[in-house]
């Protein structure tokens, strides 16, 4: 009998999972978060390991679940960290429901997708009696939302194991993600001169001017229609308005969707000059997310995921994403990973996040039968 999914059930999981704040850099946020994936993964009947939390993050959390047969399994990649800030929920962002829309912090980023996935999955391993045919492995990861420093290489030696890997990011609609552009993060410092900035500026060099000017200049770089974008998120400077700041430091994140862009991107900032005598610029490289571009395993797994939707009338498409994932990882070692699997709906990293509640249906759907397939 084919898996449905409980609509109520997974808008109240969702909303559970949301309740619990859990931005990326507070370690003890996330790891309530963990705490409540592991309890959960627990009673579906997973063997949980969790290794402590490393480089300042929280800790990682992995359900087990033996198959009756031996050979390499299916992975199903999630990430509980979100953006938001704690006091969100009390503030900009409340969990409320307003038509086919549940709003709330990481409701689509990716609460919702994880939810559902594990929504279906409970389903399937309670209608074969507690076994699957193959292993099962369930990751959860506290450090997504920066690139997954800490994480990375559980990541990859989780997959090298895995035959498949399922990934409910969310998804655009009627479209799953069969590849992703790579991701690279830079730390730029700029180096000034200080001085008294009311009796004696003209003595000084503003690292904030610098960077102004450089900020300008690296964005400047972006070619939107070619899939190649510089951003600058995150710029910390100065100590007292008095005082001529003499570092500026920034965080620019890159995207390419080529390995000739890629290698591009690198030379553009490596060989970045300071704007104005005075003034220097030293580079750090910050998390790298591969480029992943789809193989035969992951068109194999698309083609799955087509049949499933053809047959229950649902549209369904497939592109690479710009947006980068922890799937960036298991694609680019060339395990059959199929992402974007969750749920979709807007305002991702805003404070009008939401899931469209009509997404729950088709997607759990095509998850629940992609599980079958490779696994039950």
Known sequence: MPVTTDVDQVIADITRWASIESPTYDAAAVNRMMDEGAKDLDAMGFRID??????GFGDIVIGRLDGAEQGP?????????TVHAVGTLAGPLPIRREGDRLYGPGVTDMKGGTVLALHVLAKIIKAKGGKLRRDVTVILIPDEEVGSPSSRATIEA???????????EPGREHFVTSGRHAVVRYHIHVHGRPSHAGAAISRGVSAIRAMARLIETIEDWSDYERGQ???????NAGTWVNVVPVICSAEVLCVAATPEDLADIDVRL?????????????IEPGPVRPLFVAGAGTMELYAKAKAIADKHGFPIDHFQSGGGSDGNFTGAMGVATLDGLGVWGGGIHTKEEYCDIRSITPRGTIL????????A
Not at 50 to 55: E, K, L, N, Y
Not at 158 to 168: F, N, W, Y
């Open 158 to 168: 989780e997959a090298a194991k895995a035959a498949h890997v399922l990934v409910p």
């Open 73 to 81: 399994g299916l992975l199903i990649l999630a990430h509980v960290d």
């Open 229 to 235: 974008t510089f951003a600058v998120g995150r710029v």
């Open 270 to 282: 490596k060989t970045l000059r300071a704007p104005f005598p005075n003034t220097r610029i030293t």
């Open 368 to 375: 629940a039968g992609l599980i079958e397939d490779i696994a």
């Open 50 to 55: 969790r290794i402590a939390g490393t480089q």
